[in-house]
């Protein structure tokens, strides 16, 4: 397939950018000796330090909100969800602020298990209430009950909020979701989950695709409905809560990568999910270097450039016709 070695080029090139460009730009020479020796001047040596965990993280965080946007849109058979469709980030964000209020919890490595915890938390309580009755957990049961729990859950982050200024001076930053606190320890918790997360994803592609047919005839087939969403969910929760306890949430990576995937490569989710990991990569990693750049010498978080970006397409998808099922 043509699309492959494009897409592993596009990810390619974003990376070795991110590496080379910021506040101060390192020539390619010595960005390579930087790398491979470590020396050839102490200023180039200090930026490409610093760039790389950078540039991992925003790598793995794109990856994993392009295939946890992918998992929930199959899942829900709504081209408009995104990760978030599960009160996943308003679980994570409920976690962390109540770990900053209540526990005294300010290093980012701290979030981690806290947001994660959080974010599974928020996704069974949407299984649990949307699989009560007639039909069980319905695609579209799923999405109200997500949207639901995502408004109370945001409410109740505002209500915590509100009475501890202190609180909000440390959550504001994690909120806005970008990379540029990344660090080697914080990439390595994250890591194991991560990659149980992308396992559980690619293995519930087959089942995706019998349930875009529709229960009856996913069933015909042989397949197991509830054990193939509950597979896929999981999946997608712990992609979608290691990466958002890593940068924070960053908005609509989840809604424009898949999405655009399906227009150039089609509906098999075999395909869909690991080139929406490929593209949510490159998305998330071209984004932070936009944003450095844009706000040079100083930094623009990640997440207000992929809401620039992704906010027209938001606009489109929605104005499409036959906008309601995949």
């Excluded at 599974?120 to 699989?131: C, F, N, P, Q, R």
């Excluded at 597979?231 to 306890?245: D, P, R």
């Excluded at 270097?289 to 606009?315: K, S």
Aim: charged share 10%; with cysteine.
């Amino acid at each position: 397939m043509l699309w492959l070695p494009l897409c592993v080029l596009l990810v390619a090139v974003a990376a070795v950018l991110s590496v080379m460009l910021g506040a101060r730009t390192v020539s390619p020479g010595d960005t390579f000796a930087a790398l491979v020796h470590g020396e050839h001047g102490s200023l180039a040596r200090a930026a490409v330090r610093q760039r790389v965990p950078r540039t991992g993280l925003a790598l793995l965080v794109g990856a994993a909100l392009g295939t946890a946007g992918a998992v929930m849109q199959s899942l829900t058979r709504n081209p408009l969800a995104d990760p978030g469709i599960l009160g996943v980030n308003a679980g994570a964000a409920l976690a962390v602020v109540c770990g900053i209020a209540y526990l005294g919890i300010s290093a980012p490595e701290q979030y981690v298990w806290l947001a994660v915890a959080g974010a599974g938390a928020a996704a069974v309580l949407v299984y649990v209430i949307g699989s009560r009755g007639r039909g069980g957990a319905t695609p579209v049961k799923l999405a109200l009950v997500g949207t639901m729990v995502t408004a109370a859950l945001s409410s109740l982050v505002s209500a915590v909020l509100l009475p501890r200024i202190d609180v909000v001076d440390t959550f504001r930053f994690w909120q806005i979701g970008g990379v540029g606190g990344a660090s080697t320890s914080g990439m390595l918790q994250v890591l194991p989950l991560l990659a149980v997360g992308f396992v559980l994803s690619l293995a519930s592609a087959p089942g995706l695709n019998a349930l875009s047919l529709g229960d009856d005839f996913a069933t015909g087939l042989g397949e197991h409905v509830a054990r193939t969403r509950l597979l896929a969910a999981a999946g997608a929760v712990l992609l979608c809560g290691a990466a958002t306890a890593a940068a924070g949430p960053i908005g609509f990576v989840g809604l424009v990568v898949p999405h655009l995937v399906r227009l150039l490569i089609g509906p098999d989710n075999r395909w869909v999910l690991p080139f929406s990991a490929l593209g949510g990569a490159a998305l998330v990693t071209l984004a932070d270097v936009t944003g450095r750049l844009l706000a040079r010498p100083g930094d623009m978080e990640v997440g207000i450039v992929t809401a620039v970006i992704g906010a027209p397409v938001f606009i489109a998808v929605a104005r499409r016709q036959k906008v309601r099922e995949l």
